[in-house]
């Protein structure tokens, strides 16, 4: 009798996805936190950065939301914590949390 295992069968898009969505939770948590313009080259990779993240703060839960209606909404699927950290993120970015 083979015995089916229980743990979570993610692809490896949505685990890029959800390691994304937490670089651009510390991202934007580290900007709040600190003041980045402090030291000039820490300033700069900020601001390098400024932009992607804004992509992936909006970009990561559209994406994420699409691959979970193709799961058919699987709880255990990364892509559903993936769209609770992108909304996390975006509240913190506006200072409701």
Known sequence: ?????TV??????????FVASIFVLAYWSIGKAI??????VVGAIYEI???FMILGLFGLPVVALIFLIKEKFSF?????YTIIISVFS???????L
């Open 1 to 5: 009798m083979e015995h089916e295992t």
């Open 8 to 17: 979570f069968k993610n692809s490896g898009l949505s685990i890029i996805l």
């Open 35 to 40: 003041n980045v313009y402090d030291l000039a």
């Open 49 to 51: 950065l400024w932009l």
């Open 76 to 80: 255990r699927s990364l892509n559903l």
């Open 90 to 96: 975006i509240l913190h970015m506006f200072s409701v």
